[in-house]
Structures are given as structure tokens and as C-alpha cells.
T-cell receptor
Framework: GAGVSQSPSNKVTEKGKDVELRCDPISGHTALYWYRQSLGQGLEFLIYFQGNSAPDKSGLPSDRFSAERTGGSVSTLTIQRTQQEDSAVYLC???????????FGPGTRLLVL | GDSVTQMEGPVTLSEEAFLTINCTYTATGYPSLFWYVQYPGEGLQLLLKATKADDKGSNKGFEATYRKETTSFHLEKGSVQVSDSAVYFCALSAASGGSYIPTFGRGTSLIVHP
């Protein structure tokens, strides 16, 4: 079946505006992760959803960041009042849960002017 | 907390050279270990994995052995190709308070010249 998809692939916004990034995980995958990858940096964990459990938000850098996952499938990452330091590639990954392999989407490249 | 340390890059090699990318980890539990690869302009994809001590993961000519005694999972390939040019990420995943948040290394860039 289809892999993990993300939209938009690129997003340019002005400082102070809100943005929404979407992730469609692989069907049947119960776990979903959001990461941020800045230029030349590794992956920074943001948030983790597992089934119907409360999400692990321990990686969110500020209260401007939030995410939800509707119906255990599609997820939306929202960044409010964007700042230039939010510019990065935002990656979504899904898995069957636990220590299973993660499958990554192609990412959304966000540029805040 | 858990951590993964990879050798810094870039690693620059000529085609057909031998490759080693070092990876060491610290973990409180019994992690599974992974190598992910990110080709230019693409997302990360699993290269290989090992789930218990002494397991060897292999794929596309790459190998890595889970060494619990040295807490290492070094990536090796006997003869690299230009098409192997990419960023390689070592990662671990273990249960922590019911949560499974993988820990990734910072990535090692590999550049292979013809």
C-alpha cells in the first residue's frame, strides 16, 4: 500500500502567521511521530501518538506547537505565531507501535520569512 | 536518558573503498538498534536493524552487529558506490515508562567520489 504522505511539501510563511502541516500515516499503523530536522542537525523529536493513549508531548519546544490525531489516523501539526527559528523540515513517521520500524514521510519544508 | 553518538562527518571516500561509520549508545533498557539512510531530497528509510545482542542486520551490502559488551552498532560496507552517498542515522528504540520514543544520532554524511 501507500507509504506515509505529508502535505504540503513546501510552505513559505511570514513571521507571526499560523501554519498547519498534515501527515497521513500508513493504514493500520497505531504509532505516529513528528520530528523536526534543521539544516545540518539530527532529528529532534516533537510528539508521539500511540493508539488511543494520551500523546507524549515532551518534545514540543514551546506552547506555540500543538498536534492532534483524528480517528487514530491523520495527524496535523500546528505552529502558531511562527518564528524564523521554526524554519526546518518537519518529518512524520508511523509504525505498528513499540520498537517496530518507523516509516517516514518525505517531510514538509517550512520557511518562515 | 538514552543517547546515540555517531562519528561526525562528512566521510569522503572513493568508489570501492571500505566504509565504517561508528555508532555507540547508552540505554537503560534493552533497545533495538537501527540504521536509517536519507538520500538527497528524500525522507529517511530503514537500512537495517538488530533487535538483540549479537544479531547482525544486513541490507544492500551494509552490515552492523549489535555489540552489547561495547554498546556499539557500527555500520560497515566492503565496497561503497557513488549511489551510497547519503546521510546515515543510527537510532535506538526501547520502552521507557510505556512510551517508545526512538533516539537518533545526529547523522553522518557520506560522500562517495567516482
Amino acid at each position: 500500500g501507500a507509504g506515509v504522505s505529508q502535505s504540503p511539501s513546501n510552505k513559505v510563511t511570514e513571521k507571526g502567521k499560523d501554519v498547519e502541516l498534515r501527515c497521513d500515516p500508513i493504514s493500520g499503523h497505531t504509532a505516529l511521530y513528528w520530528y523536526r530536522q534543521s539544516l545540518g542537525q539530527g532529528l529532534e523529536f516533537l510528539i508521539y501518538f500511540q493508539g488511543n493513549s494520551a500523546p507524549d508531548k515532551s518534545g514540543l519546544p514551546s506552547d506555540r506547537f500543538s498536534a492532534e490525531r483524528t480517528g487514530g489516523s491523520v495527524s496535523t501539526l500546528t505552529i502558531q505565531r511562527t518564528q524564523q527559528e521554526d524554519s526546518a523540515v518537519y518529518l512524520c513517521a508511523s509504525s505498528r507501535g513499540g520498537i517496530e520500524t518507523q516509516y517516514f514521510g518525505p517531510g514538509t519544508r517550512l520557511l518562515v520569512l | 536518558g538514552d543517547s546515540v553518538t555517531q562519528m561526525e562527518g562528512p566521510v569522503t571516500l572513493s568508489e570501492e573503498a571500505f566504509l565504517t561509520i561508528n555508532c555507540t549508545y547508552t540505554a537503560t533498557g534493552y533497545p533495538s538498534l537501527f540504521w536509517y539512510v536519507q538520500y538527497p531530497g528524500e525522507g529517511l528509510q530503514l537500512l537495517l536493524k538488530a533487535t538483540k545482542a549479537d544479531d547482525k542486520g544486513s541490507n544492500k551490502g551494509f552490515e552492523a552487529t549489535y555489540r552489547k559488551e561495547t554498546t556499539s552498532f557500527h555500520l560497515e560496507k566492503g565496497s561503497v558506490q557513488v549511489s551510497d552517498s547519503a546521510v546515515y542515522f543510527c537510532a535506538l528504540s526501547a520502552a521507557s515508562g510505556g512510551s517508545y520514543i526512538p533516539t537518533f544520532g545526529r547523522g553522518t554524511s557520506l560522500i562517495v567520489h567516482p
